[in-house]
């Protein structure tokens, strides 16, 4: 009888030190925790101007297609800009029509006071030949060499005024600068008008909306969230000692607390290069004589690769994640 006791004793002893042992193994080679959430890429939605929201298109919690409207902004203001620029546009355009005209018209007196200067030159030489035939008095040869002088004034004023005449244009056609920034606000203009109708990013669902017709929007203030629902992850806080064999591209199963009978499945996209404390606001300081060692927690992002539609995710939501790390050669992801 105390044989058969001794040897009930061994085999349980056995049994539990195998159970112990391969449950160490299964921990080491598929490390799992339950600090684990559900994250999706989160648009927090805000105008680009400045504006009274003319009307709402969504509501709440509503899922929306990308590129589907949001909300628009009363658009008779852009209009107005749009008019505003394209009218000074015109200005511009008019206003350089008017100073290439004036830039011929200088041209042309420049021309006309060197054909007149030429002349004159031609009648004072001839005047000289004269004068020494005496066919010619010296008051007609003077008066001649003084007509010269003056015409030679008057080309060089004509060619100052075509100089800043060509000045005041500056470059031609479509490199002249006033054209190139009334064309410029005119495009400026344009683009602030498509700002005022507010389009979805993606294609997800509504979320934290209280924007109503009426009220007055800032650029780049968020107004509400959009949940695009395209690709979403697990952001798993593992333990630093069991981050040894979790490679980036190794399978994982995820179990979200939502759907406890479905298992998702995903991939390691990356581990985390610092732990969860080491970005904190008040990180811990640890150059104390009474410090204590914690272990720390290292995000893990798991991708995962078979969302259900009928089974819809929610960001923040828990879950647990189990990653094999039996693979040894796994496929680096994409992603990242």
Not at 113 to 120: P, Q, W
Not at 276 to 299: D, E, I, Y
Request: proline share 6%; with cysteine.
């Amino acid at each position: 009888m105390r044989v058969m006791t001794w040897t009930l004793v061994a085999v349980a002893g056995l049994a539990v030190a195998t159970g112990g042992y391969l449950y160490w193994e299964h921990a080491r080679h598929y490390p799992s925790t339950d600090d684990a959430f559900v994250d999706a890429h989160v648009v927090r939605v805000a105008a680009q101007v400045s504006g009274r929201v003319d009307r709402v298109f969504v509501h709440d919690q509503q899922d929306v297609a990308d590129d589907a409207p949001l909300f628009s902004l009363d658009p008779r203001p852009f209009e107005l800009a749009v008019d505003h620029a394209r009218a000074e546009l015109g200005i511009v355009r008019e206003t350089l029509q008017a100073q290439a005209a004036a830039v011929r018209a200088a041209g042309a007196a420049v021309r006309e006071r060197k054909v007149l200067l030429a002349n004159l030159r031609e009648r004072a030489r001839r005047l000289r030949s004269l004068l020494k035939r005496r066919y010619a008095s010296i008051q007609e040869v003077e008066d001649a060499d003084a007509a010269v002088r003056g015409s030679r004034a008057q080309l060089s004023l004509a060619g100052s005024r075509m100089h800043q005449a060509r000045a005041t244009l500056g470059a031609g056609g479509a490199r002249n600068a006033r054209l190139r920034a009334a064309a410029a606000a005119l495009a400026q203009a344009r683009v602030e008008l498509g700002y005022a109708r507010v389009t979805a990013p993606c294609t997800g669902k509504i979320a934290a909306l209280s924007l109503r017709p009426g009220d007055v929007v800032s650029p780049g203030v968020p107004l509400f969230a959009l949940i695009c629902n395209q690709e979403w992850w697990v952001n798993a806080n593992y333990k630093e000692t069991k981050l040894e064999r979790i490679r980036a591209g190794q399978p994982a199963t995820v179990h979200v607390d939502m759907y406890p009978g479905h298992p998702f499945h995903g991939r390691v996209e990356h581990i985390g290069g610092a732990s969860g404390v080491a970005f904190s606001l008040l990180p811990p300081q640890n150059a104390t004589g009474n410090w204590v060692k914690v272990t720390q927690r290292v995000p893990v992002r798991v991708r995962i690769t078979d969302p259900d539609p009928r089974l819809p995710l929610r960001v923040g939501t828990s879950a647990e994640v189990t990653i094999d790390t039996t693979v040894s050669d796994p496929p680096q992801p994409g992603v990242r």
